[in-house]
């Protein structure tokens, strides 16, 4: 058993603190990683919330980069010594969507079986699976994917949620290609991230969208070729304009609102692509008018997590930072400990950083 200090959310909207986690050693398929750095993600925010479930108290943390520090005895595919990106994709293997070759839709991903406690015994719900502002966390060794360790802990870590989301939503999920248009709506952390990924596939033009000038300017140093505040100006006419009139050919929503995801399928061009990676509330519906639907052909789709598969995209982004060919640093507004992670959520919802990181 370890005796750890973790983060812990214990009621609903409640300010969050430090607590004295208790980690099993790694059974059957389990590895313990000393976490070196995790980023804070507004799904940890939604998670302190209520808004994924009331499993309460929850161990927050899961965006991470770390060192295997013990494995189970059947564990093969990591070691100790490894540097990992943890990730929520423990791919089974298995079930229907594996045996068709696409794994980055398994419906059985794997978590550890152990479960975590504070100091009283209270069984903790660790974050995606992963539960990593703390020292050390228990995972699933498919939860480990093992990447080069001349890469930053600070800045590995991010692939394990929202930069992979952002990347993933435009390359893997949108196929965004050599010459395309791109327009992002929302440029947040994952936002960006789309944007940098449509400039890494090729597209020549990249129009950024918000309604915040600051954001604005942070998506333009990600590779956004026009940029667009939809509190000014219509972004549908705006895209149109920055396109030929035609529209974009992918089109990404990246906020999770039914009005802005309307503004995305309306900027599309005839047989263009809406993604929607943006992650909406339980309430929300949204109407579009059916004969577009038709008549407009293409394809609305929604990315979860980048449509990734962790063994196959996090080294190869890592090399592709480590070749200076993505900046992975850029998103990182600034480095924290574990007692500054509910301040970090009160910057997050004030819009003044892209992450902040938590280094332990």
């Known amino acids: 058993m370890n005796e750890v200090k973790g983060v812990v959310a214990r009621s609903k909207g409640a300010p969050v603190g430090i607590e004295t986690i208790l980690v099993p050693d790694p059974g059957p398929g389990e590895a313990l990683v000393a ?61 229907r969507s594996c045996r068709r070759g696409r794994p980055w839709y398994c419906f059985s991903t794997f978590n550890a079986t152990q479960k975590m406690t504070t100091a009283d015994g209270t069984v903790l719900s660790p974050a995606l699976g992963i539960g990593a502002f703390a020292e050390k966390t228990l995972v699933a060794a498919g939860q480990c994917t093992k990447v080069d360790p001349a890469a930053p802990a600070t800045v590995a870590g991010l692939l394990g949620c929202g930069v992979m989301a952002g990347i993933g939503a435009a390359i893997n999920t949108g196929n965004v290609g050599r010459g ?81 995801f309307r503004q995305a399928f309306d900027a599309r061009d005839l047989a263009g692509t809406v993604v929607l990676v943006g992650v909406p509330r ?22 979860w997590y980048g449509d990734c598969l962790p063994t196959r995209d996090f080294p190869l982004l890592i090399d592709l930072h480590l070749q200076g060919r993505l900046d992975l640093g850029r998103f990182v507004s600034e480095t924290i400990s574990l007692d500054d992670v509910e301040e970090a959520f009160h910057k997050m919802e004030r819009g003044e950083v892209l992450r902040s990181v938590v280094v332990l």
């Open 35 to 95: 976490i070196k750095a995790c980023g804070v993600c507004h799904t940890d925010l939604h998670y302190r919330e209520g808004g994924i479930n009331d499993d309460f108290p929850f161990l927050l943390g899961h965006e991470a980069a770390g060192i295997v520090e013990a494995v189970g005895p059947d564990v093969t595919g990591v070691a100790p010594g490894d540097f990992v990106v943890l990730n929520w994709r423990a791919v089974c293997g298995t079930c």
């Open 180 to 260: 395309d248009s791109v327009a992002v709506f929302g440029c947040g952390g994952v936002g960006d991230a789309a944007i940098a990924g449509s400039k890494l596939a090729g597209a020549t033009t990249i129009v950024a969208v918000d309604i915040d000038d600051r954001k604005l300017e942070w998506a333009k140093e990600f590779g956004a070729t026009h940029l667009v505040n939809s509190s000014r100006e219509d972004p549908v006419e705006a895209i149109k304009a920055a396109t030929g009139g035609n529209g974009a050919d992918v089109c990404i929503e990246a906020i999770g609102l039914p009005g802005v």
């Open 282 to 303: 339980p309430d929300m519906e949204v109407t579009l008018p059916f004969l577009e639907v038709f008549g407009r052909g293409g394809a609305m789709k929604s990315s």
